[in-house]
């Protein structure tokens, strides 16, 4: 079975443009997270999808959305990109949209943003 | 109150020798705590996962010890391998807030052959 995957693997934007990120839970994963890694911090929390609906969104200024398709697939959009962005984007997908020890949340190998 | 802390930030250890990352946490809801292993290029994985009803869970060379009334935990890594080699983050969540992970700083752990 396929884990999760994300693309593009590697993005280079400049200051002002819009990006759009795309991930592909696990077959049969309902929920996906998303988070964003700066380099040499833990991941912090984005959004959480779950059947569809926003179950959860972090600290993060509106310039930040996310949606998630009948697939179950998502899409994490920024837009007004700053210096501050460039970062690592995981996302991350498990069955059920709870965080508990029978429902592993596994991560993609995420998407490498610079913002230039 | 929604921090998670890890220390230490970096750790060298011998190989043959155990591994020992600690983590504090403040907030009294939270019900699930993970410790994740991320390699160069990779995204995090799970490696071992608590509840704080447990004191200690073991898995292969892999030991969470849980202390609910100091709100701390820890991550034990037996006769540590080369192949350990990475960054260790330990997280909490608080099922009420579905899948919401609170991660520690990371711990780049290096063993030495």
């Known amino acids: 079975d396929a884990g999760v995957t994300q693309s593009p693997t590697h993005l280079i934007k400049t200051r002002g443009q819009h990006v759009t990120l795309r991930c592909s839970p696990i077959?049969?994963?309902?929920?996906v997270s998303w988070y964003q890694q700066v380099l040499g911090q833990g991941p912090q929390f984005i959004f959480q999808?779950?059947?569809?609906?926003?179950?959860g969104r972090g600290n993060f200024p509106d310039r930040f959305s996310a949606r998630q398709f009948p697939n179950y697939s998502s899409e994490l959009n920024v837009n007004a990109l700053l210096l501050g962005d460039s970062a690592l984007y995981l996302c991350?997908?498990?069955?059920?949209?709870?965080?508990?020890?029978?429902?592993?949340?596994?991560f993609g190998a995420g998407t490498r943003l610079s913002v230039l | 109150q929604q921090q998670v802390k890890q220390s230490p930030q970096s750790l060298i250890v011998q190989k043959g020798g155990i591994s020992i990352i600690n983590c504090a946490y403040e907030?009294?809801?939270?019900?699930?705590f993970p410790w994740y292993q991320q390699f160069p290029g990779k995204g995090p994985a799970l490696l071992i996962a608590?509840?704080?009803?447990?004191s200690e869970k073991k898995e292969g060379r892999f030991t969470i010890s849980f202390n609910k009334s100091a709100k701390q935990f820890s991550l034990h890594i037996m006769d540590s391998q080369p192949g350990d080699s990475a960054t260790y983050f330990c997280?909490?969540?608080?099922?009420?807030?579905?899948?919401?992970?609170?991660f520690g700083q990371g711990t780049e752990l290096s063993v030495k052959p």
């Open positions: 907030n009294t809801a939270f019900d699930y």
């Open positions: 999808y779950y059947e569809k609906e926003e179950r």
């Open positions: 991350a997908s498990s069955f059920r949209g709870r965080a508990e020890v029978k429902n592993i949340q596994y």
């Open positions: 997280a909490a969540s608080n099922n009420n807030q579905g899948g919401k992970l609170i």
């Open positions: 077959s049969g994963h309902k929920s």
């Open positions: 608590i509840r704080p009803d447990v």
